[in-house]
């Protein structure tokens, strides 16, 4: 009895300090094991530390406590501290700032924004947006989530309002090889990579994706001379750990995958991918396919588009044809994208047509 009250204690004690990250390899236990994590944790602390209490009352040798006691005691208070939003903590509209003046090197990657209705404006994206992970801001009037995912090296752009309520939202966890993420005001889990409420009061509703571009802060700037340039601004909230050492321990992701659902055959697991939803249908640009031919007529189902790529500056632009209604093209990780789109079309720059000729 002495031994299972030992296990038991540091069993609750780890999964209560692991509590975000074990649904990121335990697929089965789904999007409600995340939801309303902060009670369900202390259930567990509160389970650990019973479990002690019985394991003592059994009256065990003093080198059994010991060992029992230290490993336990570290997970429970570690549990404290182990919280993704703590980590990648959240900017909101009122600590980022916005000027017309470039920011350090202007070879520096950006998430940049070109919305109808709202100014330009881009991201430092590797001193701001990887390791926020998320920045709750407004552009012009309209709020917006700017998202990055490390595990699949998607930086994707929503208006963050959805049924007339301005949502903010922070980093719960990993899950299908992508980030989810929950918003504050009900509670509600959401897949970054797909927009969509998987769990919560808001489940089934859909964050509008907005066209986002990454590449360098010149190149942006080139594109949109006006353009507003984000920073932090002074007094912002800071992570957990430092951004250099969070940079730096997040190179992980370059060669550990964690668990999803789709296969991951037809290109490399961390190809580069452009990919679009027009109706029902999927389709995936590799970039290495776009090295080839960067501008051309194609089809997405029964729907005719054309693509427009810089190799240069790595921008990219897609229309509907004879409508001229412009796409949302998404970056991936082959990885990311054939998670959510497991009946995607990959193209080839074999079956390209003329730019224009549709």
Same mark, same amino acid.
């Given at each position: 009895?002495?031994?299972?009250?030992?296990?038991?204690?540091? @069993?609750?004690?780890?999964?209560?300090?692991?509590? $975000?990250? &074990?649904?990121?390899?335990? @697929?089965?236990?789904?999007?409600?094991?995340?939801? +309303?994590?902060?009670?369900?944790?202390?259930? @567990?602390?509160?389970?650990?530390?019973?479990?002690?209490?019985?394991?003592?009352?059994?009256?065990?040798?003093?080198? #059994?406590?010991?060992?029992?006691?230290?490993?336990?005691?570290?997970?429970?208070?570690?549990?404290?501290?182990?919280?993704?939003?703590?980590?990648?903590?959240?900017?909101?509209?009122?600590?980022?700032?916005?000027?017309? +003046?470039?920011?350090?090197?202007?070879?520096?990657?950006?998430?940049?924004?070109? +919305?109808?209705?709202?100014?330009?404006?881009?991201?430092? /994206?590797?001193?701001?947006? &990887?390791?926020?992970?998320? !920045?709750?801001?407004?552009? *012009? %009037?309209?709020?917006? $989530? &700017?998202?990055?995912?490390?595990?699949?090296?998607?930086? /994707?752009? =929503?208006?963050?309002?959805?049924?007339?309520?301005?949502?903010?939202?922070?980093?719960?966890?990993?899950?299908?090889?992508?980030?989810?993420?929950?918003?504050?005001?009900?509670?509600? &889990?959401?897949?970054?990579?797909?927009?969509?409420?998987?769990?919560?009061? /808001?489940? *089934?509703?859909?964050?509008?994706?907005?066209?986002?571009?990454?590449?360098?802060?010149?190149?942006?700037?080139?594109?949109?001379?006006?353009?507003?340039? #984000?920073?932090?601004?002074?007094?912002?909230?800071?992570? @957990?750990?430092?951004?250099?050492?969070? !940079?730096?321990?997040?190179?992980?992701?370059?060669?550990?995958?964690?668990?999803? =659902?789709?296969?991951?055959?037809?290109? *490399?697991?961390?190809?580069?991918?452009?990919?679009?939803?027009?109706?029902?249908?999927?389709?995936? =640009?590799?970039?290495?396919?776009?090295?080839?031919?960067?501008?051309?007529?194609?089809?997405?189902?029964?729907?005719?588009?054309?693509?427009?790529?810089?190799?240069?500056?790595?921008?990219? %632009? *897609?229309?509907?044809?004879?409508?001229?209604?412009?796409?949302?093209?998404?970056?991936?990780?082959?990885?990311?994208?054939?998670?959510?789109?497991?009946?995607?079309?990959?193209?080839?720059?074999?079956?390209?047509?003329?730019?224009?000729?549709?």
């Amino acid at each position: 009895m002495p031994v299972i009250w030992a296990i038991a204690t540091l @069993l609750f004690s780890f999964a209560a300090a692991a509590y $975000l990250q &074990i649904p990121t390899f335990v @697929l089965a236990l789904g999007y409600g094991w995340s939801h +309303a994590f902060g009670p369900k944790r202390w259930v @567990l602390r509160a389970a650990a530390l019973a479990a002690f209490v019985a394991f003592l009352s059994s009256a065990p040798p003093a080198w #059994a406590i010991g060992a029992t006691a230290v490993p336990s005691a570290f997970f429970w208070v570690f549990s404290l501290l182990n919280a993704n939003p703590n980590i990648f903590r959240a900017l909101d509209a009122e600590h980022i700032v916005k000027r017309r +003046a470039p920011v350090g090197d202007g070879a520096h990657l950006v998430v940049g924004l070109c +919305a109808e209705g709202i100014p330009a404006v881009c991201y430092p /994206l590797e001193s701001m947006v &990887i390791p926020r992970h998320v !920045l709750n801001d407004s552009v *012009g %009037e309209r709020p917006v $989530l &700017i998202s990055f995912c490390a595990a699949c090296r998607s930086s /994707l752009v =929503y208006d963050r309002v959805v049924a007339g309520r301005v949502l903010s939202f922070e980093v719960i966890g990993v899950r299908r090889r992508n980030m989810i993420l929950r918003d504050r005001e009900t509670g509600t &889990i959401w897949q970054q990579g797909t927009g969509e409420a998987v769990y919560g009061a /808001l489940r *089934g509703r859909q964050l509008e994706m907005l066209p986002a571009q990454q590449m360098s802060q010149d190149d942006w700037l080139s594109c949109h001379p006006d353009s507003l340039i #984000a920073a932090e601004a002074p007094g912002a909230p800071r992570g @957990l750990i430092p951004k250099d050492r969070l !940079l730096k321990m997040l190179e992980v992701t370059k060669t550990l995958m964690v668990p999803g =659902y789709t296969g991951l055959d037809g290109l *490399g697991l961390r190809e580069t991918v452009w990919g679009v939803t027009v109706g029902d249908r999927s389709k995936a =640009y590799p970039v290495s396919q776009l090295r080839r031919v960067s501008s051309f007529g194609d089809r997405v189902g029964s729907t005719d588009i054309e693509i427009r790529y810089n190799l240069a500056t790595n921008h990219i %632009e *897609g229309w509907e044809r004879p409508t001229g209604k412009r796409l949302v093209l998404q970056s991936h990780w082959w990885l990311g994208w054939k998670e959510f789109h497991p009946d995607t079309e990959v193209w080839e720059a074999s079956s390209a047509r003329p730019y224009g000729s549709m």
